[in-house]
């Protein structure tokens, strides 16, 4: 156990207790069936979530991609945590832990190490929430500093509770059965750039470990599938990149055109992405010196 307080211990446990309880809630939809409405409940809070994930804990939060003004990144990380993601230093810490041990035995949720195989996918999937590995060994300092994202990650909780109500006062259980289904979607959807991403998928730039290009968990995470790029770049805040035969592909990232759109109403700046000098530096292809740049 890592030297926490009582009380961040507790709250950082119901954390993954929440993301069992979505499991099991969701068979609610059995009793209930489910009504067009209860599938559009489903689909809004999948995607807003995700789009909070993504954008707000991912690019912003932790990898500093681009700038905002805080409102924006305290308000994004409320809906963030609402995700049942847990809170902005738990999520970034163990993130930073991913990209500095990414594929080896310290890295909490590799596929490939401690375990492989069905074990490998079982454990990067979420099965490492519920080990010991479930607690970073540090929080990040730039977070713990910010006494507005320190109350967010320990109450990270109330956020989804308070959604789940919400969801129970709109439409009574089916609307419950939807909140649980479309959180559990949402936690597999996420787990699946520590899963998929890893496993198969191409891998147009150089990096250490086994990250990858995957268009299906591109999809289900609104471009955070382009996971080698992001390995290659940390920084970038568009991971739609690719390259074919020798020359810089641009593929659909709908994250980073929600910054832009951030960027077009000046509630983002200072957008960071690698020139296409460099990615060709990156690139897996030969003789990289004779290709020149679009």
């Known amino acids: 156990m890592k030297p926490y307080s009582l009380l961040t211990t507790i709250s950082y446990i119901i954390g993954p207790i929440l993301i069992i309880v ?18 559009a409940w489903i689909t809004v809070l999948y995607w807003l979530r995700m789009l909070a994930t993504t954008s707000i804990y991912h690019r912003l939060l932790t990898h500093k991609s681009y700038q905002s003004p805080k409102p924006l990144l305290w ?3 409320i809906v963030g945590a609402s995700a049942g993601q847990m809170g902005p230093s ?13 594929d080896q035995v310290i890295d909490s949720h590799s596929p490939h190490l401690p375990h492989q195989g069905i074990r490998g996918f079982y454990w990067s999937q979420g099965g490492w929430l519920l080990s010991p590995q479930f607690f970073p060994d540090k929080l990040p300092t730039d977070v713990e500093s910010d006494p507005v994202l320190r109350v967010i990650d320990r109450l990270h909780f109330i956020p989804l509770v308070s959604l789940g109500i919400i969801s129970y006062w709109m439409g009574g259980l089916e609307y419950l059965g939807a909140f649980f289904l479309s959180t559990t979607l949402l936690f597999h959807g996420v787990q699946t750039v520590n899963s998929l991403s890893h496993l198969w998928g191409s891998q147009p ?10 268009w299906f968990v591109a999809l289900l995470t609104l471009g ?7 390995h290659a770049f940390p920084a970038s805040s568009r991971h ?35 020139s296409e000098r460099d ?16």
């Open 224 to 230: 955070e599938g382009w996971h080698n790029l992001h």
């Open 90 to 102: 738990w999520w970034k810490a163990h993130h930073v832990n991913h990209h500095q041990h990414s």
């Open 205 to 214: 730039f150089i990096t250490s470990d086994y990250s990858r290009h995957n």
């Open 22 to 39: 979505s499991h099991i809630g969701s068979s609610l939809i059995f009793i209930t069936g489910l009504s067009w409405g209860a599938i």
């Open 279 to 294: 990615l060709l530096a990156k690139a897996r292809i030969p003789n990289l010196t004779s290709v020149k740049t679009r």
């Open 240 to 274: 739609g990149i690719d390259i074919h035969d020798g020359q810089v592909v641009y593929l659909p990232d709908p994250t980073f055109a929600f910054i832009k759109m951030l960027e077009f109403l000046g509630l983002a700046s200072k957008l960071r992405s690698p």
């Open 75 to 77: 308000v994004g990380c």
